[in-house]
């Protein structure tokens, strides 16, 4: 019987696990898709997509490969990175989905000066996650606005947005997996992003007004200089 349980459970964990690589290959596709019907326009240029498009391709290819190894622990490459270059192909990475939405994106108090540890491919992952939360909150022309600063020992990473909140009721919820008020929704986003934040040894904190909107704070240590 407990053999049984143990089945159930792993076969728990693998439906997770597909729900989260489908939910994750979905930002990618998306980008590939904006990519598609701009180049449909007869100004297109092809130059500034390349290393996007090509990014993005392998990014899914990862994803395909982090899961077919997902027996073993999950292996970060942590890699002294400057938190604005991360910042950057955020912005590369978001712009399409912000554009289609009809929505702004402004960039903050950009300082250079800041370096984390980290897992760049996951980390992008947790902004673009969070990013795309934020303008999927906002119905009609939003803002979001995304600040990079340091406090103390670490980096301060804020996304704001102009969208409709989220009920008291719902807050402790968000994180957990599968939670979602979203007719496509996978509920897994949070979660994914909380574990990698914290694998970091970062915290994400969460403040959110009703029809007002919700600022997300991402901290994370700031690493030594080499
Ligand atoms: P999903 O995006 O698939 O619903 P997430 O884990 O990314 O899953 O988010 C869980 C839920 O948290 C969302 O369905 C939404 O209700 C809420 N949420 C997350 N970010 C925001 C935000 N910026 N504004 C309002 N609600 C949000
Ligand atoms: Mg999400």
Redo the contacts with the bound molecule.
């Keep these: 019987r407990d053999e049984m349980r143990f089945e159930n459970e792993k076969m728990k964990l693998l439906g997770e696990l597909a729900a989260g690589l489908a ?1 994750e290959i979905r930002n990618p596709l998306a980008i590939i898709q904006g990519f598609l019907q701009h180049s449909k326009t007869r100004s297109f240029n092809i130059e500034p997509w390349y290393e996007l498009i090509y990014g993005e391709v392998e990014r899914m290819n990862s994803l395909t490969v982090e899961f077919l190894q997902f027996a073993k622990p999950n292996p970060s490459a942590f890699d002294l990175i400057q938190v604005h270059h991360c910042l950057e192909k955020v912005r590369l990475l978001t712009e399409t989905k912000s554009i289609h939405l009809g929505h702004r994106m402004i960039y903050t108090e950009f300082n250079e000066n800041l370096f984390c540890r980290m897992d760049l491919d996951k980390m992008l992952q947790v902004l673009v ?2 990013i ?3 303008l ?2 906002m119905d009609n022309k939003g803002t979001v606005t995304v600040k990079l600063s340091k406090d103390t020992q670490d980096a301060v990473i804020e996304i704001q ?1 102009t ?4 009920h008291d009721k ?1 807050l402790q919820d ?2 957990h997996p599968f ?4 007719t496509n ?7 994914i992003c909380q574990k990698i934040v914290q694998d970091h040894g970062g915290t994400i904190q969460v403040k ?1 007004k009703l029809q007002q909107g ?1 600022t ?1 704070t991402i901290r994370l240590p700031l690493g030594d200089v080499a």
Excluded at 163 to 166: D, E
Excluded at 179 to 182: E, P
């Design positions: 939910h996650n969070m795309n939360n934020a999927e909150a947005d969208g409709r909140g989220i719902d968000i994180f939670f979602t008020t979203k929704g996978t509920g897994l986003g949070l979660s959110s919700t997300f």
